[in-house]
């Protein structure tokens, strides 16, 4: 069973930087498309950046030019870079690796915090 693992929250202040890695389990982590969702009390679960298996990468609009998704897969870690943070950033932030047709896995959570 693959398992995906986040890492990396904390606490920032505003206009500060954090790195989330998300590590999986498995050996085909490198056909994988994976997402980085956040969740903040009261909101629904929403889509923050989405990269590849190709290495193509997509962000919703209030992360543009802040937030960077990237890949290794030699570690079968995603990454997640957020730069100028913002206290609307705040929210638990999860992971999500698929491969269709073989998993669809979703990590347990990371807390990110962003205030003075």
């Known amino acids: 069973q693959v398992q995906a693992?986040?890492?990396g929250g904390g606490l920032v202040q505003p206009g500060g930087s954090l790195r989330l890695s998300c590590a999986a389990?498995?050996?085909i982590f490198s056909r994988?498309?994976?997402?980085?969702?956040?969740?903040a009390p009261g909101?629904?679960?929403?889509l923050v950046a989405?990269?590849?298996?190709?290495?193509?990468?997509n962000y919703v609009d209030s992360v543009k030019g802040r937030f960077t998704i990237s890949r290794?897969?030699?570690k079968n870690t995603v990454y997640l870079q957020m730069n100028s943070l913002k206290p609307e950033d705040t929210a638990v932030y999860y992971c999500n690796s698929?491969?269709?047709?073989?998993y669809d896995?979703?990590?347990q959570g990371t807390q990110v915090t962003v205030s003075s």
Do not use: L, M
């Open 72 to 74: 290794d897969n030699a």
């Open 5 to 7: 693992v986040e890492s």
């Open 105 to 107: 896995a979703w990590g």
């Open 25 to 27: 389990s498995g050996s």
């Open 43 to 46: 909101k629904q679960r929403e």
């Open 50 to 57: 989405f990269i590849t298996s190709g290495g193509s990468t």
């Open 32 to 39: 994988s498309a994976v997402g980085w969702y956040r969740q």
């Open 98 to 102: 698929r491969v269709p047709g073989y």
